[in-house]
């Protein structure tokens, strides 16, 4: 097993632990089907009838991270939103990063050859899912050796209420900007109650890290837009917790495929997003993920109001890959490069 803080003697808990990825209904029931979805600014032209619920996402994310830890802005001045060119012109992203999630299992066989491998693809920016029995010094090191930096780790509810310290000293060590809750175990999410305790939970955390100088985040699946009792419990979240001391991370994939508009968000939350995952949703009735570029997110469209959101960071990530996650990676690298807004 893998520790991921100092210490390295302790198991799980750390990070998160996206676990067969389904819809639940307030009950906990598993939802087999969102049914047929309006069009939404945020998806290309395309029909997206009869999408169903993931129901057997290839690799189980909890049981892996467990593993696995237990163990610019437009030209306005700033470079800080990673967008370049002039904000009355065509812009582009300046720096493209990488949820790790994505290569976790080249880094569980060589994570230095790993990094290496997604430096050399263009990326800039990394975000991490686990540190496969690193130090966080090792970590640094590799970092530096290829010019990576790494301004966000996601972390799990059970750190968030266990040793937080072990995380923000890695986090400090390593240089991580944002700490981010990556998921919610289905246990902690079947009443509305539940969600009232997250947002004391998540308030807390936020209150913690920002004393030292973190940002905290929540990353969404989209679980959290199956509406409890008329309520959608992301937005319960969003109204419920302090903008500045909890930021969001959305993920634009599992946002559309929920059947919501990223950019309903964008505008009722102005700078509450400084991190995005940027992942595309086939068009086969199963809504599978695929290459950025290669499915229905209309990705001009959610980048270009990217400022007003706060975006400052753009990870790529795919959970599934039908081949080398260095050729999906790669196909998206590719697009983004090009991509105008």
């Keep these: 097993m893998v520790a991921p803080w100092p ?45 169903t619920c993931v129901t057997d996402i290839l690799m189980n994310r909890r049981s892996f991270l ?19 060119g002039a904000s009355s012109a065509r812009r582009r ?9 994505t290569v976790r299992k080249e880094l569980e066989k060589d994570f230095a050859g790993t990094l290496e491998k997604v430096a050399a693809l263009g990326f800039l920016e990394v975000e991490f899912a686990g540190y496969f029995k690193h130090t966080p010094q090792e970590v640094k090191t590799i970092l530096a050796r290829h010019q990576l930096s790494a301004p966000s780790a996601h972390i799990s509810t059970a750190a968030l209420r266990g040793n937080l310290q ?18 919610l175990p289905a246990e902690e999410r079947r009443s509305l109650d539940a969600y009232k305790k997250l947002v004391d939970l998540l308030n807390g955390a936020g209150e913690r890290l920002n004393k030292v100088g973190i940002q905290f985040g929540y990353h969404n699946h989209d679980f959290e837009f199956v509406p409890m009792e008329g309520r959608l419990p992301y937005d319960m979240i969003l109204a419920g917790t302090d903008p500045q001391m909890v930021k969001m991370e959305m993920d634009l994939y599992w946002v559309t495929k929920a059947g919501q508009d990223p950019l ?49 960071h753009y990870f790529v990530e795919q959970d599934e890959t039908p081949a080398s996650p260095f050729s999906s990676i790669k196909l998206s690298m590719d697009y983004l490069k090009r991509l105008e807004f």
């Design 264 to 312: 309903k968000y964008f505008s009722a939350y102005p700078g509450r997003f400084p991190l995005v995952h940027v992942k595309d949703m086939d068009g086969t009735p199963r809504h599978f993920f695929t290459e950025v570029g290669q499915g229905m997110i209309d990705f001009k469209k959610i980048f270009a109001a990217g400022q007003k959101a706060g975006v400052k």
């Design 166 to 183: 072990e995380a923000i000293e890695a986090a400090q060590a390593i240089g991580h900007q944002y700490l981010v809750c990556g998921y």
């Design 93 to 101: 992203l300046s720096k493209i990063g990488l949820q790790l999630y």
């Design 7 to 51: 210490g390295y003697q302790k198991q799980g808990s750390v990070l998160v632990s996206k676990t067969d990825v389904r819809i639940s209904s307030a009950n906990g029931a598993e939802c087999e089907s969102l049914g047929q979805r309006p069009r939404l600014a945020g998806v290309k032209s395309r029909s997206a009838e009869g999408a």
């Design 66 to 84: 467990h593993r696995a830890f237990c163990g610019a802005v437009v030209s306005l001045g700033t470079a800080r939103f990673g967008l370049r």
